[in-house]
């Protein structure tokens, strides 16, 4: 996603404070993409975003309900899981422009499961495998991606 080397992530303790910088970094409302390999830790860090951001309850996996809602004091987030979708047109289906809260957060994990009727991400953060650990790429694709990554510099 981009020619630097990333952002070195040698623990899973790394990609959830990832996480927590990404949310502690959030002023507005932003739609990211999380891309990468099964196992890459895409869940992980939406789990420890969803958590920074201050939802209290359980942050379960949107597996096999292909989204899962949660209310911070400040605004909604919803965490897609779109590994099990057949096909792009089945996000109508769910209702996804029932989603689109001008100062929502969207965390999507297979973005490219629902190209064509997903709207475009803020920020695409695509997460490999290096020996050891990984390496996490982040590319803003807005204005507001590009304010949360100088943002995420600061902490």
């Not at 809602?69 to 919803?78: G, L, T």
Request: proline share 7%; charged share 25%.
């Amino acid at each position: 996603m981009s020619s630097d080397p990333g952002v070195r992530l040698a623990t899973a303790e790394d990609t959830a404070a990832l996480g927590v910088r990404l949310a502690s970094a959030c002023r507005e409302g932003l739609i990211i993409f999380l891309s990468g390999e099964l196992g890459a830790g895409k869940t992980a860090l939406a789990r420890a975003f969803i958590g920074a951001m201050g939802y209290q309850g359980r942050i379960t996996s949107p597996s096999y309900a292909l989204v899962e809602s949660y209310r911070s004091p400040s605004r909604s987030i919803f965490h897609f899981d779109l590994y099990r979708l057949a096909e792009p047109e089945e996000l109508e289906f769910i209702g996804v422009r029932d989603y689109m809260e001008p100062d929502a957060v969207w965390l999507v994990e297979w973005p490219e499961h629902g190209a064509g009727v997903l709207p475009p991400p803020d920020l695409e953060i695509a997460l490999r495998y290096a020996q050891p650990g990984r390496y996490a790429d982040l590319r803003p694709s807005s204005e507001s991606g590009r304010k949360l990554l100088e943002r995420l510099q600061k902490f």
